[in-house]
């Protein structure tokens, strides 16, 4: 069955520097796995996915993810936080055997000081 | 165009009522999900639609929570003598079809059982 870990419930960071939210996948089959957002009393925004092309996937807003097989993991970065960034991070995989539900971590708590 | 669009925002009612939670995807989309995001957790798959029909509903806790979609676009969750534990915030997603499309969420419905 698939799962993610995300590593951390909270990151803080000043703005301007870089960000590092962290995430590790357990699927059986090769993944498709996303980076969501939730911005307070806003609906969930997609970032950015990978789905076997590209090992280095580009998203919205300056952020990218790097699937790495051999670490199992795919973490998300952004060389330079902005006050804006500060939100609810998910990682997310995709179920593949029968069902197209997404599976999701239980979230990291991004915090940009100025 | 218009996003997913959930009614009503805010719903309190009390333990052992009936609720109904509406859902209306975007126009096109033949996918329709169901989530339910406690405090604190990340998003949690319920059930979701590809068409009329209940294409996966094993997310569903029991047998007092249900979900239609007869026309194939509104979908309507409802919960039987809700609990306490009922009490989440309810997430509708859509997607273009079931094929692996990325899922657009709406803002969700925050439930809370008294």
């Known amino acids: 069955a698939q799962s993610v870990t995300q590593l951390d419930s909270h990151v803080s960071v000043s703005e301007g520097t870089p960000v590092l939210l962290r995430c590790n996948y357990s699927?059986?089959?090769?993944?498709?796995l996303f980076w969501y957002v939730q911005h307070p009393n806003k609906g969930l925004q997609l970032l950015l996915k990978y789905t076997s092309a590209a090992t280095l996937v580009k998203g919205i807003n300056g952020f990218e993810a790097e699937f790495k097989k051999s670490e199992t993991s795919f973490h998300l970065t952004k060389p330079s936080a902005h006050m804006s960034d500060a939100a609810e991070y998910f990682c997310v995989v995709r179920a593949t055997y029968n069902t197209d539900k997404l599976i999701f971590g239980t979230g990291t708590r991004l915090q940009v000081f100025p | 165009g218009a996003g997913v669009s959930q009614t009503p925002s805010n719903k309190v009612t009390e333990k052992g009522k009936y609720v109904e939670l509406r859902c209306d995807p975007i126009?096109?989309?033949?996918?329709l999900y169901w989530y339910r995001q406690s405090l604190g957790q990340g998003p949690e798959f319920l059930i979701y639609?590809?068409?009329?029909?209940?294409?996966?509903d094993s997310g569903l806790p029991n047998d007092r929570f249900f979900a239609v979609r007869p026309e194939g676009s509104v979908s309507t969750l409802k919960i039987q003598r809700t609990e306490r534990g009922d009490s989440a915030v309810y997430l509708c997603?859509?997607?273009?079809?079931?094929?692996?499309?990325?899922?657009?969420f709406g803002p969700g419905t925050r439930l809370t059982v008294l």
């Open positions: 699927s059986s089959y090769s993944p498709s």
């Open positions: 997603a859509s997607s273009l079809t079931d094929r692996e499309d990325t899922q657009y």
């Open positions: 639609f590809q068409g009329t029909g209940a294409a996966d």
């Open positions: 126009s096109g989309h033949t996918a």
